[in-house]
T-cell receptor
Framework: GAVVSQHPSRVICKSGTSVKIECRSL??????MFWYRQFPKQSLMLMAT?????????EQGVEKDKFLINHASLTLSTLTVTSAHPEDSSFYIC??????????FGPGTRLTVT | QQQVKQSPQSLIVQKGGISIINCAYE??????FPWYQQFPGKGPALLIA?????SEKKEGRFTISFNKSAKQFSLHIMDSQPGDSATYFC???????????FGKGTSLLVTP
């Protein structure tokens, strides 16, 4: 299957700082990437859809000024959590979509805001 | 509104047994039905997927059964092993580029 990487895998930051998470498709080009948030023992919550070369589409209730998404190339999308607060602590996962429709997920990033 | 309903929420199966997880959907536009396996602290991994032109797909010990008229699909894990203990998510989507719709997940425990 296709490989998607995420960096970093784990990050601890202080309240008020910003954190950038990178998502890369390693062996394919992805015109569409997705960002999810997952709380313990819960399903994946879609935050936004990221399309290469255009603005991201955010789901209802997700603050676009807080969660900045940039899909700069066909293999890279970034999520920046701005002015992070403890309630932003979560497991963030990206996925990349192939033309045929399959989605492959990255390994996730555990964000802890102290 | 939950577009994909998954059951059971949790499942305990003895080693060697068959694990069965069921999903139902409403949107007839869905034409892609994947299953994902997720271990704690890891991202979901694509396990197996089916499209509505076939009623069953098998890959090793994993089988998807698909019933288009009932709008249901299920995952069967044959000869379940302790290493299969994980959370399984069903999903449904289209080729149009929109995100997948996920079920709430099933926590599977396979006992030795």
């Amino acid at each position: 299957g296709a490989v998607v990487s995420q960096h970093p895998s784990r990050v601890i930051c202080k309240s008020g700082t910003s954190v950038k998470i990178e998502c890369r498709s390693l062996d394919f080009q992805a015109t569409t990437m997705f960002w999810y948030r997952q709380f313990p023992k819960q399903s994946l919550m879609l935050m936004a859809t990221s399309n290469e070369g255009s603005k991201a589409t955010y789901e209802q209730g997700v603050e676009k000024d807080k969660f900045l998404i940039n899909h700069a190339s066909l293999t890279l999308s970034t999520l920046t959590v701005t002015s992070a607060h403890p309630e932003d602590s979560s497991f963030y996962i990206c996925s990349a979509r192939l033309i045929r429709g399959e989605q492959y997920f990255g390994p996730g990033t555990r964000l802890t805001v102290t | 509104q939950q577009q994909v309903k998954q059951s059971p929420q949790s499942l305990i199966v003895q080693k060697g047994g068959i694990s069965i997880i069921n999903c139902a959907y409403e949107n007839t536009a869905f034409d892609y039905f994947p299953w994902y396996q997720q271990f704690p602290g890891k991202g979901p991994a694509l396990l197996i997927a089916i499209r509505p032109d076939v009623s069953e797909k098998k890959e090793g010990r994993f089988t998807i059964s698909f019933n288009k008229s009932a709008k249901q699909f299920s995952l069967h894990i044959m000869d379940s092993q302790p290493g299969d203990s994980a959370t399984y998510f069903c999903a449904a989507g289209t080729n149009s580029g929109y995100a997948l719709n996920f079920g709430k997940g099933t926590s599977l425990l396979v006992t030795p």
